[in-house]
């Protein structure tokens, strides 16, 4: 959260993004699904806004598995589809 954090400071959108990102998938370990899935959209928000395909779709590989984990199969299917 920290390293977040002093990217955001210096205004380094990619190193931002790679944190919450991260950030987000220790999330998902932890079994907060919730956090995890604000995390990765505004990881995945970061990603669009710097145009980093890759890391877009990483985020949306990530929302699939929250999704999937919570038996919410369409959106689990649709975060897919756009990844």
């Known amino acids: 959260m920290e390293a977040q954090q002093q990217f955001h400071a210096l205004g380094n959108d990619l190193g931002e993004a790679q944190c ?3 950030l ?3 999330q998902i370990r ?3 699904y919730v956090k995890a899935s604000d995390t990765l959209k505004e990881a995945h928000k970061k990603f669009c806004k710097i145009r980093n395909i890759v890391g877009e779709a990483q985020c949306l590989k990530s ?3 929250i999704h999937y984990m919570l038996g919410k199969y369409a959106e689990a299917s649709n975060a897919l589809t756009e990844a």
């Open 63 to 65: 929302l699939h598995n």
């Open 24 to 26: 987000g998938d220790i």
């Open 20 to 22: 919450l990102q991260s």
């Open 30 to 32: 932890q079994k907060n």
